[in-house]
């Protein structure tokens, strides 16, 4: 069969397997009640007389919380399995959201948002829990067909955050008659559904133990190295991927939480607005983090990463110099384009650094280079936007940023990969595992 394989065909969803299937559909909704909290968790602070600086701190508050239990989720899951970790998620984000509905004050809006990411536009993730979901999908799909896998998770994942954005728009006006704070329960309703009928879908899934998903089936050429050596090249890998995700992740936090704040303050713009923008972003990155996905498997993952940035770079130092509300968005909805599209390629290069054994150990390690960083980055661009300034907290984005589209490919790019995923007549859904990137890192 010359035609190469893709997820979103009949045939290549089907081969995926239950667990995949179940798990990006569980994202996929998790996303859309995500998308409308990306729009209008921080309007609802504003109502709630919430000051920048405020919101700025109960958003890094997030950041931080949740980088440590993604490392304790990541390391602990790599031992007992990961879909205990995705169980107590959706309980919890069931209980929170509960919580802020009949009991809004201010110590359940700051612990519910800390644990569960509200506001921070989440894409679908499972807060301080992602790192176990990423390992259990990884473990779920071949390995030449991660990068297409996982592009194809992320498109699907925009596209529920661009249901949510339009969401956002309509669920605040849907209560007749209802103004201040309480306009915006329908918002945690939907996220409080979502949450229900996840928890349902993993509760009907069944686990392999990582344990016993550490070899996958299939011949595998036989390691020379000692055991020792080889943990000592993934902890390389995987320590360097960390220092370039902070650049990275520092720069995205000084901007992309406080953005609908932003607009707001600017020009004079609430949810209506605001959410058909987020909507357009989330629709058309979902069908270039396709793209990406099919490019990766021509040119590698690092080029597929770096390539986009370099514009969305310059596109995000002229957002804030834009005269009117149209513009500004245009230029975000490009700039998010390019910027986000990569995602599921970045998550793909990561969780291939190290054996399945380990893969809750590296998602969380990504997971906490760019929690932990990217937690200052709303403190320190509400406390700039706090004194007046709508135009450095984008400078100083863009240029962390650039130095991430440097840093990347000097320092990550020897562990690339560019061999293309086989063809289904060519390898089954259950293709035998090639060896780690971190293990055949050209010299």
Do not use: C
């Not at 592009?151 to 925009?158: D, E, H, K, P, V």
Request: glycine share 10%; net charge positive.
């Amino acid at each position: 069969m010359s035609e190469r394989w893709v997820p979103y065909s009949r045939q290549g969803w089907q081969s995926l397997g239950r667990v995949a299937r179940q798990l990006i559909l569980a994202r996929f909704l998790r996303a859309v009640a995500q998308g409308a909290l990306a729009v209008d968790f921080t309007l609802y602070l504003k109502v709630r007389g919430w000051s920048a600086p405020d919101v700025g701190l109960l958003l890094m508050a997030g950041g931080l919380s949740g980088a440590f239990l993604s490392l304790l989720v990541g390391i602990v899951s790599d031992r007992v399995g990961r879909r205990l970790f995705l169980i107590i998620y959706e309980t919890g984000l069931i209980i929170g959201t509960g919580l802020i509905i009949v009991f809004p004050t201010a110590w359940v809006l700051v612990l519910s948002a800390a644990l569960f990411g509200f506001g921070r536009g989440a894409n679908g993730s499972s807060g301080p829990f992602a790192p176990a979901e990423q390992a259990w999908l990884a473990q779920s799909v071949p390995a030449a067909r991660r990068g297409t896998v996982f592009s194809f998770n992320a498109g699907l994942q925009f596209w529920g955050m661009g249901v949510g954005s339009l969401l956002a728009a309509i669920l605040p006006h849907l209560l007749p008659g209802v103004r201040g704070p309480s306009a915006y329960l329908p918002l945690f309703f939907l996220n409080l559904l979502m949450a229900v009928i996840n928890l349902l879908q993993i509760l009907s899934l069944h686990e392999t133990p990582p344990a016993a998903a550490g070899r996958e089936p299939g011949p595998r050429k036989a390691e020379t190295a000692p055991e020792s050596t080889v943990v000592r090249r993934e902890n390389r890998a995987l320590t360097l991927l960390v220092i370039v995700n902070m650049v990275n992740s520092l720069g995205v936090g000084l901007v992309a939480p406080l953005l609908p704040y932003w607009f707001n303050l600017k020009f004079g713009v609430g949810p209506t607005s605001i959410g058909p923008v987020y909507a357009l972003t989330f629709f058309l990155t979902g069908i270039s983090s396709l793209i990406v996905g099919r490019v990766s498997e021509q040119i590698g993952l690092v080029r597929s990463i770096i390539l986009p940035r370099i514009l969305g770079v310059m596109l995000l130092v002229a957002i804030p110099f834009m005269p009117s509300f149209a513009l500004a968005a245009a230029l975000y909805v490009a700039r998010s384009i390019v910027n986000r599209s990569s995602m599921g390629a970045r998550q793909a290069f990561s969780v291939g650094l190290v054996r399945d054994q380990r893969r809750g150990f590296a998602s969380s390690l990504n997971a906490v280079s760019w929690s932990l960083a990217a937690a200052f980055g709303p403190a320190v661009g509400g406390w700039l936007i706090g004194m007046g300034s709508l135009v450095w907290p984008f400078l100083a984005a863009a240029a962390l940023q650039l130095g991430y589209v440097v840093l990347f490919p000097t320092i990550m790019g020897s562990y690339d990969t560019k061999q293309p995923a086989s063809s289904p007549a060519a390898e089954p859904a259950t293709a035998p595992r090639r060896e780690s990137s971190s293990l055949r890192r050209r010299p």
